[in-house]
Antibody, heavy 124, light 106 residues
């Protein structure tokens, strides 16, 4: 059974950093691209970042480009989101999710499993 | 950046057909995915690559994509289909979500 469990959320002041982690189990982690998607309270879904199955490609949404980085450790079945220079508008539930159809320059099959999310609150 | 449009809300009578549109410039040239999200829950993929259903998704969910509009159709709508629905496309090295449409089953 596929499990994606996010951790690392919490309350942080504007301008500070936070690192989210996602532990994966129940599937061959090293063959899947991994995404982070966020949802501000009462708002819609916003895609944040993706890392290819082998770590060879990374892409970011415009609102986080240059501030967030994504990494993965296929030996530990984990993916991380390093969030720097946080802003109040980064407040959201952050979901970790997988996709098996990211290849070449794009993703083509949709995100088929999502974690339950971790809440990040940026506030002074 | 690429933008998607969806109706804010869609109402459907129990057992009838709901149609949720997703508009975007030449959206028909790419793949569209659809997600269902109920309050307090993570999203679920209900349609991928325009018209494919993942395992476990009821046959009453179907999709199409042509020109500037993609469509998610819920036939014989059930009470449990009441949720927010988001379309998604890959464009210029990013994923883009539509703003979401709230489906109410009357």
């Amino acid at each position: 059974q596929v499990h994606l469990v996010e951790s690392g959320g919490g309350v942080v002041q504007p301008g500070r950093s936070l690192r989210l982690s996602c532990a994966a189990s129940g599937f061959t982690f090293s063959t899947y691209a991994m995404h982070w998607v966020r949802q501000a309270p009462g708002k819609g879904l916003e895609w944040v970042a993706v890392i290819w199955y082998d770590g060879s490609e990374e892409y970011f949404g415009d609102s986080v480009k240059g501030r967030f980085t994504i990494s993965r450790d296929n030996s530990k079945n984990t993916v991380h989101l390093q969030m720097n220079a946080l802003r109040v508008e980064d407040t959201a539930v952050y979901y970790c999710a997988r996709e098996d159809g990211c290849i070449g320059g794009g993703c083509y099959t949709g995100i088929d499993y999502w974690g339950q999310g971790t809440l990040v609150t940026v506030s002074s | 950046s690429y933008e998607l449009t969806q109706p804010l809300s869609v109402s459907v009578a129990l057992g009838q057909t709901a149609t949720i549109t997703c508009g975007g410039d030449n959206i028909g040239s790419g793949n569209v995915h659809w997600y269902q999200q109920k309050p307090g829950q993570a999203p679920i993929l209900v349609i991928y690559r325009d018209n494919s259903r993942p395992s476990g998704i009821p046959e009453r969910f179907s999709g199409s994509n042509s020109g500037n509009t993609a469509t998610l159709t819920i036939s014989r709508a059930q009470a449990e289909d009441e949720a927010d629905y988001y379309c998604q496309v890959w464009d210029s090295s990013t994923y883009v979500f539509g703003p979401g449409a709230k489906v109410t089953v009357l």
